[in-house]
């Protein structure tokens, strides 16, 4: 008797467990996606796919083992994440490379923009080299 108590309270403390980190993932991954929402970055949008990926895999598995509320509202708390999950790696897959990038003036060595037409500091004229 005293064993079966024991085995049930590690495993409800296992699945409070998961679903702390659950949360977590998710929490993170949202403050992530507030501080990156303007980057132009791969990189962000595979780090926001991993927190939800991750948080999708936990709360799957808290979904499968507890009895944590009711089965709809566990089953969008773990949809949710992966929805955004694989919307963020569409998203990283699908973006395009930024056009234009930094370069030096060949007279005064200022940095300009590669799609400018002269320098602003020199005005000398910049061949475009596309």
Do not use: W
């Not at 998710?26 to 949008?45: M, Q, Y």
């Not at 936990?58 to 507890?66: E, P, R």
């Not at 060595?109 to 910049?126: A, L, Q």
Request: a positive charge; glycine letters at 6%; aromatic letters at 12%.
């Amino acid at each position: 008797m005293v064993l079966g108590l024991c085995t049930a309270f590690i495993v409800f403390r296992l699945e409070a467990i998961i679903f702390l980190l659950f949360n977590i993932c998710v929490l993170v991954a949202g403050l992530i996606n507030l501080a990156t929402r303007n980057s132009e970055r791969k990189s962000s949008f595979i780090t926001l796919s991993c927190f939800y990926g991750i948080g999708t895999i936990l709360g799957f598995y808290t979904f499968m083992q507890s009895s944590f509320g009711t089965m709809f509202s566990q089953s969008i708390g773990v949809l949710v994440p992966l929805v955004f999950s694989i919307t963020f790696i569409i998203f990283a897959v699908k973006q395009k490379k930024p056009t234009a990038y930094l370069t030096k003036c060949p007279l005064c060595n200022h940095d300009i923009s590669s799609e400018t037409k002269s320098c602003p500091n020199c005005g000398n004229k910049i061949a475009n080299t596309r």
